[in-house]
């Protein structure tokens, strides 16, 4: 299929979503503040997106793994969603806010979908199924049933929790007239640079990952741009990598990435999203809650993670 046919087997006059603009930059995987354990707040999210938005990022993913969507009931996503992504794009003038409908079966995944079209995110994020193992032809027809729902897909690879999309896989999705980019946290670098080159297929699909540690090698394979979870903590750090690596300042941009990884230490303290929670919930940005089965750091969790970062401080995100 040819760009102009896929273009007009979108819908007729309708133009297609430029998932390179869409994904280029810094794109924080937020954390989801809550206002108590387990449900999500928008108000209670005001302070992170105001002191995001001052460092520079570019928009928005909600629900990923550093959001704790698997771990959210499909009815608390769709307050949130809407007034995140409002207060966004306001801060923003309009940065493009994506939200992750991943689940386990496709249907579940389409309930998702449909409870946060109030949200008008500019794109769905989704994974290959979860739990189960299924066939190449079975992953291919659950992104193709999200075509109906208006909004364009970025398809999402992350091994670690769901079925890996493969180098053939990504060559038959990038033919999905919906699907406008992917992510990929699999921090293999041989399958990124084919999901680039697979991408460069079409002048509107967007490549952006989300492996936080190789982050620059990820741009100098060609990423459009880069979805780091510690850009919750370092968010100026992580712009500035992006920023120093498009204007030829290598050295700079190397300097940013070590910089990410020293942040990066504190999931040896305790892995995860309520680590990144307490240090931010120690600068006023965001409560400590999680949903279960997570539990909050321990005062002595909170202690160690303090304690390490602490030369860090000027690096890290301030209201």
Not at 156 to 166: F, G, Q
Not at 236 to 241: F, G
Request: hydrophobic content about 45%.
């Amino acid at each position: 299929m040819n760009p102009t046919t896929r273009q007009k087997g979108i819908s007729e006059g309708e133009k297609q979503a430029d998932g390179r603009a869409l994904l280029a930059g810094v794109m924080v995987p937020l954390v989801t503040p809550m206002d108590r354990p387990g449900r999500p707040s928008a108000p209670a999210a005001d302070a992170l997106l105001g002191a995001l938005a001052g460092a520079g990022a570019h928009g928005l993913m909600l629900f990923g793994s550093n959001g704790e969507g698997p771990l959210l009931p499909t009815a608390l996503l769709a307050d949130f969603a809407t007034g995140v992504a409002r207060r966004w794009r306001e801060l923003t003038g309009g940065g493009p806010v994506l939200v992750n409908v991943t689940a386990p079966g496709t249907a579940e995944a389409l309930a998702r979908a449909e409870a946060v079209l109030s949200a008008a995110p500019d794109a769905l994020v989704l994974s290959p199924p979860v739990y189960y193992h299924h066939r190449p032809d079975e992953i291919v027809a659950h992104y193709a049933a999200t075509a109906g729902l208006g909004v364009p897909v970025v398809a999402y690879n992350a091994p670690r929790y769901s079925n890996p999309l493969t180098p053939a896989l990504i060559d038959q999705l990038a033919d999905l007239a919906h699907l406008v980019g992917i992510k990929d946290s699999s921090g293999d670098l041989e399958f990124f640079a084919h999901a680039v080159a697979a991408a460069r297929r079409r002048d509107d699909f967007g490549v952006s990952q989300g492996a936080e540690g190789q982050a620059l090698d990820a741009l100098r394979l060609g990423a459009d741009g880069v979805v780091p979870g510690v850009a919750n903590l370092a968010p100026v750090a992580a712009v500035e990598l992006f920023r120093a690596h498009r204007e030829g300042r290598d050295a700079d941009a190397r300097r940013a990435q070590r910089l990410l990884d020293e942040v990066l230490a504190l999931h040896t303290v305790r892995p995860g999203v309520p680590a990144v929670k307490a240090v931010l919930a120690a600068r006023g940005l965001c409560p400590p809650h999680v949903a279960a089965p997570f539990t909050p750091c321990s005062e002595a969790e909170r202690h160690a993670l303090l304690t390490l970062l602490a030369p860090l401080d000027a690096a890290l995100i301030r209201a």
